[in-house]
């Protein structure tokens, strides 16, 4: 409660006390008539004043002091003296009484002058002290009540007044500091309950201004339910929350917020009050000793103020905003800092859940992805967050920042092409985007990343000139001369890392160590091999801790290998083995140093090499390669035993696990082995290995190398002894064990036997397992062809797209793009499907069968749908350029015939006919076979000739 | 008035402040009997499954309720206040010894449901099962309406003494465990979660508690410190130090300050 709100209450004469927050002013409720005082005789003027200041009417009772004072004028009589005084100082307590302050003031202090030594001229300075507060004047309030600090006439209560005066007016001029002193007094004086939470109060608000947090925590007990819903206080516990917060005392900060009172706590709060005082006022009046009526009425009179004023301040607090949903955030933030995520996700979580059309709600759902996004373990809902944040405000305060954050977010999950799609959706969405330059820069990443090098490098140089000063510009200048390298444009490159290496305005320069290699690197590739050697030896010296000297030393060993001198590259390449920091680097040292024993015909050193690399490596290294090496090196010493024994031992060791699919690539290289020359010389000793092997797997229960081995044996037998090796590895039990190879064997046989379930249970598997293989499109060739057969089409061609869409332009995806084509045929989208066929011409890599079943399939499009003639061409195609390929000629001619015979062109067809049945590989074809009896019913006489 | 500073007063009220926690005291019961008539009885006496009376003896089959009021000023608003100041151990002695002397009438109805109920909070927070789990039998054979707590504090019990199974079974025939306690249905299951190692899931239940029912007095401070606990196993020591200190500012001097040293 302010000064100002309190300042209507007044109380009785010598109870006059006016010191704010501290005291509680009386009414004046006395009524009176008015007095002709200029009339009456003295004596009578005398006896009216003295009974109106027994009945307290002070309006009244001023005109009577102030003409007893007129006519007392001049008398030196020491009664006459007394009586002027006395109506000076009662005139001062009139005033002040009737809230004529300035006046009060003036007759007080006119009185203090005239009689300093009145007993009451003390008491007069503090009533001066009390009217300067009553005006807010706090500057005289604490000019007139210093001087009374001292004053030894005082009571204990009035010196606790003078306290009071001087605190609140220092407090009220923000005199922080000296406000403490006072305020502490009047804390350990007061005996009301209500005056002591007053000054605990403002102590609070002093020491949160003065920074002394220790004791504003000492004193924030003593803020009593009275003072509790201040708003200074609130608002000081705020302030100064967020000042800790921003000095990262989380902890405090917590405790201060968690102090400040919330709506519902204030409703609560107001309702007890009020509730409280509503018991008083309904208590009757009782006549007691020491209880007068008017001192109840004065009392009810001011609950029932004060009541009224709560309710309507209650009104205010119900119907107004609150800041309970910022004191929330705040925590949040506090939470936050101090690492306590959840409890911080979940305060921003209740704030938009709770409250979505509140202004806060957008705010706490980015300030719950930013938090997210800072949790390691929590990326996916990181990305749920910010994607939902995205949905629900589409163009708002942070959606910059959540697009940027989330193509990060992406790009570190690997996730490059959604990363690229949020990026683009971000450039559409937001034209205008706060941070275009840093959306742009990780496009081109992604574009880098996607080794579209010249996409890559033009959004570089876009990005360094449109926005010199981003904040990838160096980045972007590391980049682009990456990107020269990636194509080869090696001048450029040379020029453009020897720039990033001068340009002044990298100080840090943040590149230099790779850029210094790669340096070297673009130099080799310009064929600047000394050059080339000066930069790696200097790389050598002046980065003795980077990660790429293991690269610098074999890119040393390559230079020296290929002038020659080959002792001085096998050093580099075992100071590469010995600085490797990845099996990558240790896997590049090792077989170019075989390659280098290699042709130094040491065949023994590449066996040894590989056995100490098998043995350092293990199952983590390319045991695959190694196993090849050694295979190759006993075969060069012609011990080709032991090198199939070495290639079967590597099968042995590391095959029994699903995933190494590294001994895939030794099956494959085996089969390969077997059907050559040589192999077909030792293929007993071979198949006895084999079996060996097999019979050993079986009997320590090795699964999955069982099935290796097995279909090790079906690749290499045929006829019944093959077909024993399937039965035993389709069942669906093997799914789960199969390698690589065996799954592709699994899904052949199985869509061969029409075991389409099996199909897709076994590619499905594949897919999971050995997502980066090589021959996984293959396998989905495998899945595509079996939705093709089971008329799946919508799924055939869903699939046919992501795998399009994955593996681009590979050879295998030739046969892709056909299935997706044949599945448009057979739904009868036949535009489409020519379309799609057509596609198989444009690629280099999917040429060479599929071309004549395309323009087969083409021509039977174009036939159903009515264009004979066009039909034609397609089918005379085939048999004119791809002759070789008998299925489809066969085929074609028969397509030929048709649409001549639709034509009406009898003799073209006849002649057709004959020139079919004039190739004998055609005519013995089930197509041939029919055109000689067409023809034998369309030209009995000319026969098949 | 002799001045004194704020501490020097901070400290005589919170010497007057505290109950005197060792005097032994009287016990009044007040005692329905018949079509309810009552009588105030001062330290009352059994024998025989009855009341002995100034006037005669008392069946307790013609007792329809008893209330107790102990010496000490014990009453469940003490109980209550107690506990929320951290001073668990001297409420558990008040508690036994005020239920020691009402133990010859445990089977008869009354106020006893609400001291037995909070002896049992307080032997499950001091880890006394053994003594808990008669507490909680007693309260089943009394139908205290807070035998739905029962079930819960048997749950958190087994999982503090590893019986994990048992824990998840009894839990799961708690019926409407989040009617009988929110919060405390939230703590039980993030400490179910910890017991199978799912902290994530568990710091998820045990952030609800802490945010949504912020005024809870028992399953606030305990899902902090269980929130810090997550944060030790899981070696987020900073993040556990700072739930310590948050136990220690905000519950000082008291069981939850005692109990933060587990997070250092």
Not at chain 1, 79 to 95: L, P, S
Request: proline share 3%.
């Amino acid at each position: 409660m302010s000064v100002s709100d309190r300042i209507k209450v007044r109380r009785s004469f010598k109870l006059i006390q006016c010191v704010g927050c501290f005291i509680v002013f009386s009414l004046s409720l006395f009524a009176q008539q008015p007095a002709p005082v200029q009339s009456q005789a003295t004596s009578m003027l005398l006896a009216q004043a003295r009974e109106m200041m027994e009945t307290g009417n002070p309006e009244t009772l001023l005109p009577y002091l102030k003409e007893i004072l007129i006519r007392l004028e001049g008398n030196t009589a020491d009664d006459a003296q007394t009586t002027r005084a006395f109506c000076m100082y009662q005139i001062g307590v009139c005033q002040m009484q009737t809230g004529q302050y300035a006046a009060a003031v003036a007759a007080f202090e006119d009185f203090i002058k005239t009689y300093p030594d009145d007993t009451s001229a003390s008491l007069a300075a503090l009533l001066t002290a009390e009217s300067y507060a009553l005006q807010q004047d706090w500057a005289g309030a604490e000019k007139a009540v210093r001087p009374l600090l001292q004053d030894r006439r005082f009571t204990v209560k009035h010196q606790l007044t003078v306290r009071q005066i001087l605190s609140e007016a220092l407090y009220r001029q923000q005199k922080w500091n000296e406000a403490v002193a006072p305020l502490l007094e009047v804390f350990k004086l007061a005996e009301r309950e209500e005056s002591r939470s007053s000054a605990a109060l403002m102590l609070v608000v002093c020491y949160a201004k003065n920074g002394d947090f220790e004791n504003l925590n000492k004193f924030l007990p003593y803020c009593g339910d009275s003072v509790r819903q201040d708003a200074g206080l609130n608002m000081t516990l705020i302030e100064t929350g967020d000042k800790k917060s921003a000095e990262g005392e989380y902890q405090k900060a917590l405790k201060l917020y968690r102090m400040v009172f919330m709506k519902e706590e204030l409703i609560a709060h107001y309702e007890h009050q009020m509730e409280e005082i509503k018991k008083i006022l309904t208590q009757p009046y009782g006549q007691r000793i020491g209880t007068t009526r008017s001192a109840y009425d004065e009392e009810h009179s001011l609950k029932q103020m004060q009541f009224d004023r709560m309710a309507e301040q209650l009104k205010t607090i119900k119907a107004g905003a609150n800041y309970d949903l910022d004191i929330s955030l705040r925590m949040a933030r506090c939470y936050a800092g101090l690492q306590r995520n959840w409890m911080a996700c979940t305060l921003y979580n209740r704030i938009y859940t709770a409250f979505p059309d509140h202004e806060l709600a957008e705010e706490s759902r980015f300030r719950a992805f930013m938090l997210l996004l800072n949790m390691p373990q929590e990326q996916e809902a990181a990305l749920s967050e910010g994607q939902a944040y995205l949905d629900h405000y589409p163009a708002n305060k942070y959606t910059d920042e959540t697009f940027l954050n989330l193509m990060q977010l992406l790009l570190n999950a690997g996730k490059i092409n959604e990363a690229q799609a949020m990026g683009q959706k971000a450039l559409k969405q937001c034209p205008d985007h706060r941070y275009i330059d840093q959306v742009r820069y990780l496009l081109a990443v992604i574009d880098f990343q996607k080794q579209d090098y010249t996409l890559a490098q033009a959004a570089f140089t876009e990005i360094r000139v449109r926005w010199p000063a981003c904040i990838y510009a160096e980045a972007c200048e590391y980049w682009r001369a990456m990107c020269c390298l990636f194509l080869a444009q090696y001048d450029e490159a040379v020029s453009s890392f020897n720039a990033y290496l001068k340009n002044p305005a990298y100080p840090q320069k943040a590149f230099a160590e790779d850029v210094s290699y790669r340096l070297g690197i673009a130099l080799y590739g310009k064929g600047e091999y000394p050059g080339a050697e000066k930069v790696f030896r200097r790389f050598l010296d002046d980065f003795p801790d980077s990660v790429l000297r293991s690269e610098a030393f074999c890119m040393l060993g390559d230079l020296r290998g290929a002038e020659g001198e080959l002792g001085i590259s096998l050093d580099f390449y075992r100071k590469g083995m010995d600085a490797a920091a990845n099996i990558e680097q240790v896997n590049y040292a090792v077989f170019q140093a075989a390659k280098v024993y290699e042709l130094q015909k040491n065949y023994q050193a590449v066996i040894e090499l590989m056995e100490k690399y098998l043995k350092d490596r293990g199952a983590e290294g390319n045991f695959a390669g190694a196993g090849f090496w050694m295979g190759k090196a006993y075969k060069a010493m012609n011990q080709y035993s032991k090198a199939i024994a070495t290639y079967v031992n590597t099968i042995v060791r590391f095959g029994n696990i699903p995933e190494n699919d590294n001994v895939d690539l030794i099956l494959r290289e085996l089969v390969k082995e077997f059907k050559s020359e040589q192999g077909q010389v030792h293929k007993d000793e071979f198949i006895n290995t084999l079996a060996g092997a097999l019979k050993q797997a079986e009997t320590r229960k090795e699964k999955t190398l069982v099935l290796r081995i097995q279909t090790l044996f079906a690749y290499v037998t045929d006829g019944a002894e093959r077909d024993s090796y399937i039965r035993a590895i389709l069942k669906e039990s093997s799914i789960d064990k199969s390698g690589a190879l065996t799954l592709l064997l699994f899904a052949e046989e199985s869509f061969r036997h029409q075991e389409y379930t099996l199909v897709y249970k076994a590619c499905d598997r594949f897919s999971k397992v050995f997502e980066a293989s090589e021959i996984l499109p293959d396998v989905m060739n495998i899945k595509l062809s079996a939705l093709v057969q089971e008329a799946k089409y919508p799924e055939a061609i869903a699939l046919a797209e992501e795998l399009t869409n994955r593996f681009g332009y590979q050879a295998q995806i030739g046969l892709t793009r056909k299935l997706k084509a044949d599945a448009l045929r057979l739904s009868k989208q036949y535009d489409a499907a020519v379309t799609t066929y057509n596609e198989l011409f444009a690629v280099r890599e999917w040429r060479g069968p599929l071309t004549p079943e395309s323009l087969y399939w083409i021509g039977y499009c174009l036939e159903l749908q009515g264009k004979s003639g066009e039909a034609f061409a397609f089918f005379q195609r085939v048999y004119v350029l791809y002759e070789g390929y008998a299925h489809w000629t066969a085929k074609a001619y028969e397509g030929s015939v048709r649409c001549l015979e639709k034509l009406g062109r009898r003799d073209d067809m006849l002649k057709t006919l004959r020139e079919m049945l004039s190739k004998a590989e055609i005519a013995a074809t089930p197509e041939g076979k029919q055109a000689q009896a067409l023809l034998t019913k369309l030209a009995p006489s000319g026969g098949g000739k | 008035m002799k001045a004194r500073s704020a501490l020097f007063v901070t400290g005589l009220m919170l010497v007057f402040g505290l109950p005197s926690l060792h005097a032994q005291a009287d016990m009044k019961a007040r005692i329905t009997y018949d079509k309810g008539v009552s009588v105030n009885v001062e330290n009352p006496v059994a024998r025989d499954n009855a009341v002995v009376l100034p006037q005669g003896v008392l069946p307790f089959s013609r007792i329809s309720r008893i209330d107790f009021e102990f010496g000490d000023g014990l009453t469940a608003e003490k109980c209550g206040i107690l506990f929320k100041s951290g001073a668990i151990d001297s409420l558990e002695k008040l508690l036994t010894a005020a239920l020691k002397q009402a133990d010859p009438f445990m089977n008869l109805p009354g106020n006893l449901d609400v001291y037995l109920t909070w002896q049992m909070k307080v032997q499950f927070w001091n880890g006394r099962y053994a003594e808990m789990n008669k507490t909680v039998d007693l309260l089943r054979k009394r139908n205290a309406p807070s035998s739905g707590l029962t079930g819960m504090y048997t749950t958190l019990a087994m999982a503090e003494q590893n019986r994990n199974d048992d824990a998840a079974k009894i839990f799961a025939a708690v019926d409407k465990a989040d009617a009988i306690s929110e919060p405390m249905a939230l703590f039980v299951r993030a400490r179910l979660a910890m017991t199978k190692r799912e902290y994530r899931q568990a710091l998820q239940y045990l952030a609800r508690v802490v945010i949504l029912h912020d005024k809870d007095t028992e399953w606030v401070p305990a899902a902090t410190l269980y929130e810090g606990l997550v944060y030790k196993r899981t070696g987020y020591l900073e993040a556990a130090g700072n739930v310590a200190k948050e136990l220690v500012e905000r519950y000082p001097d008291g069981y939850w300050t005692r109990r933060a040293e587990e997070l250092k």
